[in-house]
């Protein structure tokens, strides 16, 4: 293991990056044989390994062995904080019934919601941490984390106090979003306006107070919150300083991209039916679009997400898994590169800068992590892999050979049952 | 290490698995806690815990601390005996290049028969030892493996000779297939009736000679072999003793699964294009129908194959992966189940009988492996799972916890990380 504080030198390697482009929203950068001097868990140089500067030779050395290096995955709209799965839900959804229908029938969300309400705390971390150990062992080393299956001022309080004790225990760094505005809960479905007075009133002013996180999220859709509705209650959070996030469009065009324009979100996400004169707006408004392939996938949807255009129209296009019990349980993010390449058209540089750089911004993280640049905490993958069009490409599978959180390496595949790895081009 | 030769005994299981049913094409078995005698690599009881026979309490136990139990995957239709991997083709197919397209500029199979050509058996053998390692890990225990990217006599028999020498030294049980008609080479482009003498004439005798194949398959699309050439070169490897398979119908309804029910083939591949009325021919003539929803996701195709009409007129539907590097580069058949469900409409326990005993009657091995019934092979995966559903569920990940081949532990996930495991219902 090397250590955090320790100066090290990765090399030998094949290392592909997005970086921050001048005049442009993002360039590759590729380097081989590359090198990189991490220092105090930041990148202190990194470029063709011939120029490595001479004092860099007396850190401790990493040997790539000729393999791809990139930055380790930010999954920017996760909902891990759950208790059990619903793969009971599965069987149902295969012979028809839609996620309204199972809605209706107490299922979906409700089923997570009666769920994690019985769970304890201790439960809860206990069921975190595997989920925590399987995003780093598929290659991501930052993920967002939502509340949202309480939906009472305790069980939210308690999904976000379970993100707090986990961000100090576990090697992955968590950016917790509050997502209080998930689903109205049974005991409001009759009186919603009240529920949404508990989320601004109650809610709210406790989580600000507990600093338990950044960001607040809401699920905006007719059947659960409308775009008033979303309006209201993300002014409220950012008077509360949690900078909105939003599920907008993604079953339904009704206007919540147009809610995340104005309230400035920092992203909006899903954008399946978003229309395209939203494009130009959600740029002037500074809104980074996220797509969830994963989730499309799961509900066999035809109608993915308009990744090509807002490409086209200039937009910091991001990925993410959208892991959750329901539409999504798939932690990978090499899948859901595979799925931006199919369904979304998206080529493995911009499906790999969707899933780092742009989704670093989508969590006002492209500071600190999303490329490897100098000055930028060393948050790297070694792949079992050589070329970036590999991990697309050969599906279904776990590339990841090593993976460092700021220097550090946190988990290393011992015996790598892979096909595919080439001596030679 | 158990040993295969031992008497081994699998106690408090979840096991599933289908079974021959009497009356019925088949029939699912769930005994939880389950348990399972082997001796000698074969089972020799298996049902509910209960009423395990006291003699077996004598034998090594293996603790399957209450987790999910099948049977190994077969996978019936594999292409793994290619040199280099087509990554690099990956980003042409995503700017909108098609598979023909790519075939006609010498991409396509045409790169990998240049490519098999210039690469040692030894080098084949040492390119396929971890894929096959990775199959294992992915909880296959027996594959089906075409040659087809040698395209001369010399290549053809080079690729079956890979096989013959890995069959004897690997612990995964290899069927192996003579795919000789899989594309016209290069050489015989302008002159394609000399290629299928070559097949005929030059290649079945030497396989038929070295016991190097026991099946024969061709790629019938007009734009490759018409249905006339396939009827002809599948009742030439009849006269040698293998028995005819054949890749039908994926890309155009050119008559492929007629064929494959007059020459009475083993099985018929892909059936994308098939109409209604070959159902009842293809049962009349025994012929097992192979759906491959990897290559329909991996060519973004809209269009999957009949599952659920062929399911409904009484077929023993079968999954496999496809796995080649040209249109489904990916081993794991847990994301398969995960395709056979979300585009095939075909529930866990439909997928896992299309991958387990149906698949075991489209390589005429059903009598040795594709469920766990007495007498039967003890070939058995030990899943990081309690429930069928979690495998197509969870999906993107690797479920494996241990893998059993006649009665042999052969692979161990040695730390697991995946999350969703539940200690309960």
Request: proline share 5%; hydrophobic share 40%; charged share 25%.
């Amino acid at each position: 293991m090397s250590k955090g504080t320790d100066s090290v030198v990765v090399k030998n390697a094949r290392i592909v990056t997005p970086v921050t482009g001048e005049g442009e929203l993002w360039r590759m950068a590729e380097y081989s044989p590359g090198a990189m001097w991490i220092d105090a868990g930041c990148i202190r140089w990194i470029g063709v390994q011939a120029e490595l500067p001479a004092e860099a030779t007396k850190a401790t050395m990493i040997d790539a062995q000729n393999r791809l290096v990139t930055p380790g995955f930010v999954d920017c709209h996760t909902h891990p904080v759950f208790g059990r799965h619903r793969a009971h839900e599965f069987e149902l959804r295969i012979k028809g019934a839609t996620y309204v229908e199972i809605s209706h029938a107490g299922g979906g969300i409700r089923f997570s919601v009666r769920d994690l309400r019985q769970t304890s705390k201790e439960e809860l971390v206990l069921k975190l941490l595997p989920r925590l150990d399987s995003f780093i062992a598929h290659g991501t080393t930052t993920i967002e984390a939502k509340s949202g299956y309480g939906l009472s001022v305790e069980d939210e309080l308690k999904s976000l106090e379970v993100l707090q004790a986990l961000s100090r225990q576990h090697p992955i760094d968590i950016v917790p979003t509050f997502l209080g505005a998930h689903e109205i809960p049974d005991e409001y479905r009759d009186r919603r306006e009240q529920y949404i007075e508990l989320v601004i009133k109650d809610m709210l002013p406790r989580v600000a107070e507990g600093r338990l996180a950044r960001f607040i999220d809401i699920f905006c859709e007719d059947h659960v919150f409308t775009a008033a509705e979303a309006r209201r209650i993300l002014l409220a959070g950012k008077d509360y300083g949690l900078r909105p996030k939003i599920h907008a469009d993604q079953l339904t065009d009704n206007g919540g991209a147009e809610v995340a324009a104005e309230v400035q979100a920092v992203s909006a996400d899903h954008l399946e039916y978003t229309p395209p004169e939203m494009d130009g707006r959600l740029q002037e408004a500074g809104v980074v679009p996220v797509m969830l392939p994963g989730a499309d996938f799961f509900l066999s949807s035809s109608l993915y997400g308009p990744a090509r255009r807002m490409i086209a129209s200039g937009l910091p296009v991001a990925l993410a898994t959208d892991f959750n019990p329901g539409t999504c349980m798939c932690e990978n993010m090499q899948l859901i590169l595979t799925l931006a390449a199919l369904q979304l058209k998206m080529t493995p540089a911009e499906a790999l800068t969707a899933a780092t750089l742009h989704a670093a911004m989508a969590i006002d993280m492209q500071h600190r992590v999303g490329s490897l640049e100098a000055g930028k905490q060393a948050d790297f993958v070694i792949w079992h892999a050589e070329s970036l069009s590999e991990l697309p490409y050969h599906f279904g599978i776990n590339h990841v050979w090593q993976v460092f959180k700021r220097g550090e390496r946190i988990h290393e595949t011992a015996t790598h049952p892979k096909s595919g790895v080439e001596d030679d081009d």
